[in-house]
């Protein structure tokens, strides 16, 4: 069996809105998360605006909101972004954390909205360079080298206000005006970056809420996504302006399907389904270019393409470096009516009777992980980090203070197995960067129980706790496994 490369970067991930908190301290500006109530795995979050009368309202958060409608935060309501787990002020004490177990790679993300408040501004805002600057300056002391997410669901809310988000061509250049900024400023401290997390899940939200998927919503997705294509692609030809080293990838989350039996109708329609969930991101920003069963997709939605001259050259020359994504779950694809419902991030479907399944329904597949980095390789031939993976699940804190995951131990060891095997077989993977180094906001449901970490974090689901943190049994486990280079998976 292959072993891991000698550089290989082992890490771990974390994301602005769901870990930092102080929404509203040193000039950060506004996010659509910030009006996001908590959910759990029977209901959705929610968020709460006043309606044109006035009135305050609820809706699940990816609903199109009523006419007039104006986000507020309202009092008596709970949103657990706000504090996140507090990792603005105490982002020394968690890199050290992460320092200790040995991490070669930490990823993060850069609210945007902290360094352009509104996100239109020529000027950006000192504090908020003052505060990644330093995060960056810690991550250099103990020697992990930073990958950076330049966009992990935090559109300034300024810019849904003022221009209507992205389906406004507009927000191409005020992405780039930030993107440039940050990559200017940190040239000597950053070299691996992600333009947008999980750019697909804009398309998925569609078939996630099928009742929300009208062709208005779809059409408005597809667009919006054209624009996103062509700022990540003038992001990467930036990128490279700026520091020829400069690594920029895509970041997709990691759709990936089975046909639920071998009725040929179940092949093509889970063809079909791989295409949109996944490929589709994958193709523009790998290959530079539409895929030939892009227009089959938009018909579907009578959805026809607003372009213009030179976006083509566009995105054949902003052609990513790295294939970046998030993998966690598979589901399966049948025609057949008789199949349980599956679920997972983004995943939809119907339920594998050979797998086992998390307390939120997430399939848990390592051979998936397998399979997608073979086909992912095939298909781009490019170097691959795994961005995203790991098991939420409910841990306890014992008295003395320890946390006893010897079952999020035994997931990501069959998936550290999953990822030697695909070495094995050829793929060239750099760097595996698990989700939720240390406990933060569920992004689907907004739970503090739902939890990831190597370290716990004492905070609840209703926003009670010290904040303290505390290594899990799988902080040690994971500290071997990065010393031992994979090797040693206890
Ligand atoms: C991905 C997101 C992350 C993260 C993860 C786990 O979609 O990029 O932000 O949260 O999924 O999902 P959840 O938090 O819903 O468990």
């Not at 910030?34 to 029977?42: Q, W």
């Not at 009092?75 to 657990?80: I, V």
Request: aromatic fraction near 14%; glycine fraction near 8%.
């Amino acid at each position: 069996m292959s072993k891991f490369p000698k550089d290989f970067f082992w890490g771990g991930a974390t994301a602005a809105n769901q870990c930092e908190g102080a929404y509203n301290e040193d000039g950060r500006g506004i996010i659509r998360n910030d009006f996001l109530t908590a959910g759990s795995a029977a209901s959705y979050r929610c968020i709460t605006f006043l309606d044109k009368n006035g009135k305050l309202q609820k809706l699940p958060f990816a609903a199109p909101l009523p006419e007039g409608a104006k986000p507020v935060i309202a009092e008596g309501e709970y949103y657990p972004n706000h504090i996140g787990i507090d990792h603005y002020h105490r982002y020394k004490e968690d890199i050290k954390l992460f320092g200790e177990m040995g991490f070669k790679m930490y990823r993060f993300s850069m609210s945007w909205s902290r360094i352009f408040p509104v996100g239109d501004e020529e000027e950006p805002n000192q504090k908020g360079l003052e505060f990644y600057r330093n995060v960056l300056l810690e991550c250099k002391k103990y020697n992990i080298e930073p990958l950076v997410t330049l966009h992990h669901f935090d559109t300034p809310y300024g810019l849904e206000e003022k221009y209507g988000g992205w389906t406004n061509r507009k927000l191409i250049d005020f992405y780039c005006h930030y993107t440039k900024t940050v990559m200017s400023e940190f040239k000597d401290l950053a070299k691996y970056w992600l333009t947008f997390n999980e750019i697909n899940n804009v398309i998925m939200i569609g078939e996630m809420m099928p009742a929300f998927a009208t062709k208005e919503v779809m059409a408005n997705a597809y667009q919006s996504l054209h624009h996103q294509f062509l700022a990540s692609a003038k992001t990467v030809v930036e990128g490279h302006k700026i520091n020829p080293e400069n690594k920029v990838g895509c970041m997709i989350a990691g759709i990936v399907s089975y046909p639920l039996t071998c009725d040929p109708a179940d092949v093509i329609k889970t063809q079909q389904s791989m295409q949109n969930g996944f490929w589709y991101c994958g193709d523009v920003q790998c290959r530079g270019a539409y895929p030939h069963y892009a227009k089959r997709l938009w018909d579907k939605y009578e959805f026809e393409l607003k372009s213009e001259p030179g976006d083509d050259e566009i995105l054949e020359a902003g052609k990513v470096d790295m294939f970046t994504f998030s993998y966690y779950s598979t589901g399966c694809i049948t025609t057949h009516k008789e199949a349980e419902d599956g679920k997972g991030n983004f995943q939809m479907g119907a339920k594998n009777p050979y797998v086992n399944y998390n307390e939120w329904g997430w399939a848990m597949d390592p051979s998936g992980l397998r399979y997608i980095l073979n086909e992912i390789y095939s298909r781009y031939q490019l170097p691959i980090i795994i961005a995203e993976n790991g098991l939420g699940a409910v841990d306890e804190l014992t008295e003395d203070k320890k946390v006893h995951d010897d079952y999020r131990i035994e997931y990501l060891r069959e998936h550290v197995k999953a990822m030697k095997d695909a070495l094995s077989d050829g793929i060239n993977l750099i760097g595996y960067t698990s989700w939720g180094c240390i406990d933060l906001i569920s992004a689907g449901t907004g739970e503090m129980k739902k939890r990831y970490g190597y370290i716990y974090v004492d905070r609840d689901s209703e926003g009670n706790g010290t904040l303290d943190r505390y290594k899990k049994d799988s902080f040690d486990w994971y500290k071997k496994v990065i010393a031992s280079n994979g090797e040693d998976l206890g």
